[in-house]
């Protein structure tokens, strides 16, 4: 598939592999749309990318995946700019290492918001748009490792990686 001007979205794109992605994805002359919740992070890889191949497109959308809603308004956006995304690279994800009946509800909750929810909303929602525009697309959904291991206290984590 030739990504020369076709538009790619990478949430998680602030930092690991959806800034890799975001770089890789570049080289093959695809426009990006980087969504993270730390915008200080997008703008220095809209600025790396940019720097390497100055005619593409970046644009830059400060989410945080872990609020409920969030799909909607990455799609709201994308409509708005009349954007074909060919590519849906759901990257963002979260962990944390506790024991579960001592870790807050409050991470359990954002846990299952980013790594199901928003991965599931954004997929459901990408299809459709997908099939709208009918151009070759297609979505990865990243995963770890960790899913297949389960390593200890992290049970909240380990059934979200299991759910992708």
């Known amino acids: 598939m030739n990504l020369k001007g076709k538009w790619s979205l990478i949430t998680g794109a602030s930092s690991g592999l959806g800034w890799e992605y975001a770089l890789q994805l570049s080289h093959l002359e695809s426009n990006t ?8 992070r997008l703008s ?4 790396e990318i940019l ?5 593409l497109k970046v644009e830059i959308l400060e989410i945080d995946l872990t609020e ?12 708005e700019k009349g954007l074909q995304v060919s590519i849906l690279i759901n990257n963002a994800g979260l962990g944390s290492y506790a024991s579960f009946s001592s870790s807050p509800w409050k991470i359990q909750e954002e846990m299952i918001l980013i790594n199901i929810m928003a991965l599931t909303e ?13 151009l070759p697309s297609f979505i990865t959904n990243i995963s ?14 380990n059934g979200c990686l299991l759910y992708t």
């Not at 909607?72 to 956006?77: D, L, P, R, S, V």
């Not at 770890?144 to 984590?157: G, L, V």
């Open 33 to 40: 749309i980087l969504i993270a919740r730390r915008g200080d």
């Open 44 to 47: 220095a890889l809209k600025k």
């Open 51 to 55: 720097t390497h191949n100055s005619k």
């Open 68 to 79: 409920k809603g969030q799909s909607k308004k990455i799609m709201e956006a994308i409509k």
């Open 122 to 134: 954004l997929t459901h929602s990408f299809i459709s748009h997908m099939k709208d525009h009918q």
């Open 144 to 157: 770890s490792i960790a899913a297949y291991i389960q390593p200890p206290k992290f049970s909240t984590y």
